[in-house]
């Protein structure tokens, strides 16, 4: 199996974080201010959210001013599809 996509699963079992990745999905770029606001948490906390995404490579950060933006990584994101869509091919998905 491949290494990626676990770590991506892993990045995407929490609640916050799948929020993060659904903002971002919907309302494109988005600057740390923004999802601050959008989710009502703490710098902090946002910080180490959005470390788990960047390194899982579901989010790229880009430094404007003294704000970060975040995007969502669509190469990324395309293979992860790829991936779980061969993990469930429908042999394990039929009705009994």
């Known amino acids: 199996m491949d290494k990626q996509l676990i770590v991506v699963m892993k990045a995407l079992s929490d609640e916050n974080r799948i929020k993060i990745f659904s903002i971002l999905k919907t309302q494109g770029e ?34 404007k001013g003294k704000w970060i933006n975040y995007t969502i990584s669509k190469d990324v994101c395309a293979k992860t599809r790829n ?6 091919d429908g042999t394990c998905c039929k009705e009994a």
């Open 83 to 88: 991936d779980l869509l061969e993990l469930f």
């Open 30 to 63: 988005r600057c740390a201010c923004d999802l601050l606001q959008d989710l009502n948490i703490v710098q902090s906390t946002l910080s180490h959210h959005m470390k788990i995404l960047t390194d899982a490579r579901l989010v790229t950060a880009t430094k």
